[in-house]
């Protein structure tokens, strides 16, 4: 490719401790959790409201608290959850709830304005419409200066002393040249759609909100020739607010969020999917025979695609051992949802078999996520927070839920301001400081042996 040599004077500003890339759950949390702590803190957001997939996605269902009878998530990410409940903004399809287990629907609208106004509570300074383009790096150290962005004002550069890249596509550690590793084949994304017209009341749903055994009838659909791509891995439409419902229907094939082109093909796709769906649901459920659609998502919806090589790559391995760590930030004991890369009926049975029919976590059983998945491998002043946490694919899809991502979020934001105020840095933190201070914050962090080391385990040791 020929080069274009692009070398201008630009506005500079300073002022900030910590400014983070991308407003989605990673993002959100860390700028929130760094300011409560005291930091000063920049969020530049390229969509015009916060929340990510959760608003722009419309990515609606929000996870459970934990598995079976333990709670695992606390700290941020419960707080927000039950904020949104109290707020009225939270839908639970299950009639009776468990405390632990239950599943809510959000509404997007009630997130982007509890995040505002958690913003300003925060004094967070947000900034919409505005990309982080560039960085400045150090050449010998991997230590950020500063980083370019642009917006309606031009391009500007800023200078912090730490940064949180939670674009979930890594795209702050790529440019700083970190080590990444991008996916060959990664999970296909879905456009995420949100309907109306539902009469939800006679419908038998499960717990989560889906109708139950619609399988058949995708079977069925498929055998008449119905679909395009004959697709048999379909989610299906979630029960939200009175007659409402999210549908997550369709896979986008063959699409790298990565290549603008391929992304924006995507697009083109999956809105048409959206209506080769609706005309499904229409035509094969008497109960969805009048809904009619809303609105497709802003944001495609991506599963995995970039992500970093940490100080620790967590693997499936860790995962099916219940490796517990003491500087994990988050435990977990989600199921393996890898979703299907072809229509063929193999890899619909390997998808199935791993999430209907393999359960590797009995009662109280976890395993946990250490602090060196969100530090890019010799990084001094970066981390990242959300999906593009440094782990393999198969773990990964244990990982990357909308309420993990808080947690991974809060602790980026815990860790920077700890930098911040010490002058240590991000690859030689006190993990045992950053470990009680997220106690403090109410995150569940069980283990009994704390360490002022990080644990190592980089992707070439692994
Ligand atoms: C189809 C689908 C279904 C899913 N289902 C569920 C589910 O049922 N439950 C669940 O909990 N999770 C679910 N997930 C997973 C979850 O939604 C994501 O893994 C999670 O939102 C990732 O969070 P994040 O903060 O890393 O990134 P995102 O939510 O993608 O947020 C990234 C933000 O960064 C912004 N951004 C990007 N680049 C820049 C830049 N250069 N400068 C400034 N801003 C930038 C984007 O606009 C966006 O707002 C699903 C995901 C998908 C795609």
Avoid at 453 to 459: L, N, S, V
Wanted: aromatic content about 10%; glycine content about 8%.
């Amino acid at each position: 490719m020929q080069t274009y040599n692009f070398n201008r004077d630009i506005p500079e500003e300073e002022g900030y401790d910590i400014i983070v890339a991308g407003g989605g759950p990673g993002g959100y949390a860390a700028a929130i959790s760094a300011a409560r702590v005291g930091a000063r803190v920049l969020l530049v957001e390229s969509q015009g409201c916060l929340g990510g997939m959760g608003t722009g996605g419309l990515v609606l269902e929000w996870g459970s608290y934990g598995r079976y009878t333990m709670k695992m998530v606390g700290g941020f990410a419960a707080e927000l959850r039950d904020l949104m409940e109290e707020r009225g903004f939270a839908f639970q399809p299950k009639k009776e709830p468990d405390p632990i287990t239950h599943v809510v629907s959000i509404d997007p609208e009630g997130l982007k304005l509890v995040l505002d106004e958690l913003m300003a509570k925060e004094k967070v300074e947000v900034r919409f419409f505005t990309q982080v383009i560039d960085v400045d790096r150090e050449h010998d150290v991997f230590h950020v200066n500063g980083v370019v962005i642009n917006n309606v004002e031009g391009l500007r550069y800023i200078k912090a002393k730490a940064f949180i890249d939670g674009t979930g596509d890594a795209i702050v550690a790529k440019l700083c040249n970190a080590p990444c590793f991008e996916p060959e084949d990664p999970m296909p994304p879905t456009m995420m759609a949100m309907v109306n017209g539902i009469d939800w009341a006679p419908m038998e749903l499960e717990d989560c909100g889906l109708i139950v055994n619609q399988r058949p009838v995708i079977d069925k659909a498929i055998e008449d020739g119905f679909f395009t791509q004959p697709d048999r891995h379909v989610p299906g439409i979630f029960q939200s607010f009175d007659h409402l419902g999210n549908m997550n229907a369709g896979h986008v094939f063959n699409m790298s969020s990565l290549n603008c082109r391929s992304l924006s093909d995507g697009m083109v796709t999956g809105r048409q999917q959206v209506q080769e769906y609706l005309r499904f649901y229409q035509t094969y459920f008497k109960e969805f025979a009048n809904i009619r659609l809303i609105s497709t998502a802003n944001l495609m919806g991506v599963r995995d695609s970039r992500r970093i090589k940490g100080e620790y790559w967590l693997t499936v391995e860790d995962y099916l051992a219940q490796k517990h760590f003491p500087d994990q930030i988050a435990i977990n004991a989600n199921r393996i949802d890898l979703h299907v890369r072809n229509t063929s009926e193999e890899e619909y049975k390997r998808f199935s078999s791993a999430f209907f029919d393999t359960e590797p976590f009995q009662d109280g059983e976890y395993y946990g996520i250490p602090y060196g998945t969100l530090v890019p491998k010799d990084s001094l002043n970066l981390w990242v927070a959300g999906r593009s946490l440094s782990c393999d694919t198969q773990s990964h899809a244990a990982q990357r839920s909308q309420i993990y991502c808080m947690l991974y979020g809060q602790a980026a934001g815990t860790a920077a301001a700890q930098v911040v105020a010490t002058g240590q840095t991000a690859n030689n933190l006190n993990t045992k400081t950053l470990i009680e201070s997220l106690r403090a914050q109410n995150c569940i962090l069980p283990q009994t042996k704390l360490s002022e080391e990080m644990t190592r385990k980089p992707a070439e040791q692994a």
